[in-house]
């Protein structure tokens, strides 16, 4: 009992001695590593290498065992009851047994790096018989590794028989799940956990049934998702978004005074509507114009030329020239305005008022010759 406490404690003693200017990391709820949950079991005899295939621990040889689920081939019984998953750690005591020489165990999770401490130191005492130590070992954490085995043993120096003893496991605390009903403490009036309608109320376009608002389509319309292709349009919209289309015909339109339709061109009307006027009549007027739009032309009217009166004044071209009292009789020629082509007022871009009043004539001169006097006098 004296070695089995010392051996403790000499485990125990390297995880005593803590920086104190580290600080612990924090704890989490759950953890594969902190905050476990210690199960026991009955001992249970897990490996005893006296009655295993491969008998002792060869000095510097690891050996991988097994601890949770299923054993076999260990030496030890078939099944300790540490379950194959949340156990990641166990309680375990560790006996060396029939020691060749002195020597010690380093023990680790299956797939981990070896450790540089021992879990237990043995030697060749006489009288002293066999060595042991209770010690929590990790195992390998399926959680997080590929764990073909649980747990690696190596013996150093001396090879040694090995008897492993476990006596409970650690695993992550289960999630708890508490009815509300067994929840003290609760604010009056707080989540009562029973809601109903009278709580909201469905205003314009939505409907209320128990707990779940809907839109009303009677009120509300749902997203439109049809399409009408080219050379129709949407007729109407169903209240779950659907279209019905409908294609443009002649009945839609129909044509008026001076417009022409047919199938869907729309033309002008020739017969009542005047193409574009595409003629001209520089130094005459237009007579007529044709449904093409072109024009015939009047003829040229006599142009207003320079011409002498009968006193041998020069009449200037396209003026207007009086005799006054020179002229006393009425002239050989007398016309009204309407007598000259092409003048249909009194002309009075050529002629003006006689400064005789007893005459009461327009006098112009007209003629292409300037030595032949062609005069006409016109009555207003």
Known sequence: AIVAAAGA?????????????????????????????????????????????????????????DIAGTLSDQGGLTDCLIPFGPATAIAVNLVAVAPSGAGNLRAWAFGDPVPNAAVLNYGVVSGLGALANGVILPLCNPASATCTRDLTIRADVGDVHLVADVTGYYSAPSSLAIPWSSVTGKPAGFADGVDNDTTYSAGFGLNLVGTQFAADTGEMQARVTGLCGAGSAIASINS?????????????????????????????????????????????????????????????????????????????????????????????????????QGVVGVPNTYCMTDGVSTTGFFYCCIGNDPDTVNWIAIAP
């Open 9 to 65: 404690w000499m485990a125990a003693a390297p995880g005593a001695a803590q920086d104190a200017r580290s600080a612990p990391e924090p704890s989490v709820l759950g953890d594969a590593n902190r905050d476990l949950v210690f199960t026991p079991v009955a001992p249970c005899r897990a490996i005893d290498t006296r009655f295993a295939a491969g008998g002792k621990l060869v000095a510097g040889v690891p050996r991988d065992f």
């Open 240 to 340: 779950a978004g659907g279209v019905t289309c409908e294609f443009d015909n002649d009945t839609t339109y129909s044509a008026g005074f001076g417009i022409n339709l047919s199938g869907t061109a729309f033309s002008a009307d020739t017969t009542e509507m005047q193409r574009r006027v595409t003629g001209t009549c520089p130094d005459s007027a237009i007579r007529t114009v044709s449904a093409s739009g072109t024009v015939t032309c009047a003829p040229t009217p006599p142009a207003i030329q320079a011409g002498r009166d009968i006193t041998g004044t020069v009449c200037p071209a396209n003026e207007l020239i009086s005799f006054g009292s020179t002229f006393a009789s009425t002239p050989a020629v007398v016309v009204t305005p309407e007598g000259i």
